[in-house]
């Protein structure tokens, strides 16, 4: 019968369209369709039950793929999101006799990757009539009792369920009735029944109409004749020793491999008890695998088993005697399945080339594994080989994310051949391999580095300018214009002024050039600091300090703050007549506006009243008796003292120093025999006028004295901690404190007497000093304002231990 003979079949099937989309865990959704629809059938809007949006679904690749090994039956409309039919759909073909047949297909999307499977179940449609192997026939004894049964074979319907066989009916006649069978297994078939014995002599030979009806709308039916011919007597039908026979078979086997012998016995003898074997309701695809050899009942392989094509097949076997009475028995042949097939890899989708800057965990690729093999043969392991920044991610199913691990640096590998390798679990395992190349494209993520932390230059003053101080490079390890380095100074002010008034950097080169000359004594060192930024976009950079010490040189003579050098003071000290050798009578106080050994000084007398009195501290400058003072010694002292410094070559200074020996103003001669220059008329008005203040205060001082002397007589003389008392008028006029340059020592204590007629004077120390040895690292240190306060107005108090006069 034709399937357009059946209007409500199809309406039925047509109706299977609309049945809802049954949406199951994991992303599945599930259809039901019927068998044959046409080509371009929509089967249902998988876009709408997922909740896709439609218009994203070109973009993203969406796409139907087969489960596994099973062949692509549906498609997607990209513009409408419906499910259509791409292949002619039997269900009889793809499931057989199977009970529920249901077509796994995948729909695959990208970006982000995203599986749902997708199961179409087939519902069955009365397309197939019952029929028939052959006509039947039977060869009955006549002494066959009333009641003796006949089994009939049974009618074949490829449909299944409702639409398969589902009853058997018989033409009346006065002899047999037909009895229906239901197997425990399910199915059906007829038995005839003798109702009636057989007389060969009257009817040799009896032919029955056979009907097998389905249970479909409308119905369909197969025939079959059967023949019975009358015969002598065979009450006996073959036995099979097993009612099913079961077998297992390695997929690959060879050729005339028999799989399983099936026996059966007949208890008749002669012809009666003489036993063949035949397939009965034998598939055309089983026909070309097996064969049965009809005397021995071996089942053999005459065809290619592979497990990826069938894993079970069943079939049955029918014994016959000579005379037709038969008997069958099922046949169950297990394919077992055999590692034959390797992993098949396939790279869906992959970024090339890569940003360095990628961050990690990114998804690069979407890798595919294939294995057609079934259970631990099917299980796949895949990696990458190690000591590479990815890493294969499991995803859905078989899919894997090839994904970053860690930063990218071109810098540092700039490509990437990846050998992605599939292992299944088979026994022995097999594998396969596939390489990807990803290329790392650069990204400015690389300031320039100096090659130093920091840079020092070392410059002499008066240097002339344009003189090259130092250089400074930088490195950029980026590609092209990333990693081209360009000098400049930051803009900064040096001691006011900008960084360009003295300093110049070569943009390309890094090279620093001095603009101006450098004097050591205006000031010593300075910082700037240089960039070194890439042409990129953005440009990146980074700085770096350059440190520029200027290098002292011997420019400078060293100037004499006490006494005064020029004479415009008339400065003398007294020395008592009891002082003995060693003692302190005065010092000679210069500075030197240099640094280092160029501000080293030594003392030295170059020509005295006495030669063998008084003797000068190499470095300290300190005046000191070298015996003891006699009456014979002249009362006027006049030493000459050079001051010279250490720098190459030496500069150095002179001033003289005026000593008298007297206990007592009283005994003080006139002053003009102690002058700095007979004929220097202003210095005698400053001593005229000094005597007059003398003579002026003469009481006081007279009290004065006897209050000291009182003092010494009940007490040791008092020390004074101070500095050393010079007049600010002594101080260079642009004299000024700075680091390290200084040469003045604190801590000395003593009476220092300016004038003529002045009380006795000794000088007293707190802690001895060593007159020959000036250490290294230090100078003698004083501001202005120490020497300002000291000699800033007259002091004629007995309690500080020394006195002024005006």
Known sequence: MEYKEFPVLCVLGCLGLFLPALQTASGDVSYSVPEDMERGSVVGNIAKDLGLVVSKLSARKARIDADGNSKRYCDINLSTGEIVVADRIDRE??????????IKQELVLENPLELHRVSVHVQDVNDNSPQFKKDIKFEIRESAIKGSRYRLDEAHDADIGQNSVQGYSIDPNEHFRLNIVTKPGGGKYGELVLEKELDREQQQELTIVLVATDGGAPQRSGTAAIHVTVLDANDNTPVFSQAVYKASLPENSPLDTVVITVSATDADEGVNGEVTYAFNRLSDKTKKLFSLDQKTGEITVTGNID?????????????????????????????????????????????????????????????????????????????????????????????????????????????????????????????????????????????????????????????????????????????????????????????????????????????????????????????????????????????????????????????????????????????????????????????DADSGQNAWLSYHIVKSTDPGLFSIGLHSGEIRTQRDISESDSMKQNLIVAVKDNGQPSLSATCTMYLLISDNLAEVPELKDISYDENNSKLTFYLIIALVCVSTFFLTFIIIILGVRFCRRRKPRLL???????????????????????????????????????????????????????????????????????????????????????
């Open 93 to 102: 073909g793809l499931c057989g006799k199977k009970a529920s047949c249901v």
């Open 307 to 591: 497990y990826e094509e069938g894993s079970k097949y069943e079939m049955f076997v029918e014994a016959k005697d000579g005379y037709g009475l038969s008997s069958d028995t099922k046949v169950v042949i297990d394919i077992t399945d055999v590692n034959d097939n390797a992993p098949i890899i396939s790279v869906k989708s992959l970024t090339n080339p890569i940003a360095e800057n990628v961050s990690p965990g990114t998804e690069l690729g979407i890798i595919n594994v294939q294995d057609r093999d079934s259970e631990n043969n099917r299980q796949v392991r895949c990696s990458i080989q190690p000591n590479v920044p990815f890493k294969l991610v499991p995803s859905i199913k078989n899919y894997y994310s090839l994904v970053s691990t860690a930063p990218l640096d071109r810098e540092l590998v700039s490509e990437y051949n990846i050998t992605i390798t599939a292992t299944d679990e088979g026994s022995p395992p097999l594998s396969s391999s596939k390489t990807v190349h990803l290329s790392v494209a650069d990204v400015n993520d690389n300031p320039p580095v100096f090659e130093e932390q920091s840079y020092s230059a070392y410059v002499t003053e008066n240097n002339k300018p344009g003189s090259t101080l130092c250089s400074v490079t930088a490195r950029d390890p980026d590609w092209r214009q990333n990693g081209t380095v360009i000098y400049s100074l930051l803009a900064a002010e040096v001691n006011g002024a900008p960084v360009s008034s003295y300093l110049s950097v070569n943009g390309d080169t890094g090279v620093i050039h001095a603009v101006r000359s450098f004097d050591y004594e205006h000031f010593r060192s300075f910082k700037v600091h240089v960039m070194a930024r890439d042409n990129g976009s953005p440009p990146l950079s980074s700085n770096v300090s350059v440190s520029v010490f200027i290098a002292d040189v011997n420019d400078n003579s060293p100037q004499i703050l006490y006494p005064s050098p020029d004479g415009n003071s008339f400065m003398t000290e007294l020395v008592p007549k009891a002082a003995h050798g060693g003692s302190l009578v005065s010092k000679v106080i210069a500075v």
């Open 720 to 806: 004074f901690d101070g500095a050393v008392a010079i007049p600010s008028a002594y101080l260079p006029p642009n004299y000024a404190e700075v680091d390290g340059t200084g040469t003045l020592r604190s801590a000395y204590n003593y009476d220092a007497y300016l004038t003529t007629g002045s009380r006795t004077s000794d000088f007293k120390f707190v802690s001895s000093y060593n007159d020959n040895t000036l250490p290294a690292d230090q100078t003698l240190r004083k501001s202005p304002t120490d020497f300002a306060e000291a000699f800033g107005g007259c002091d004629d108090s007995p309690e500080v231990g020394f006195g002024v006069r005006c």
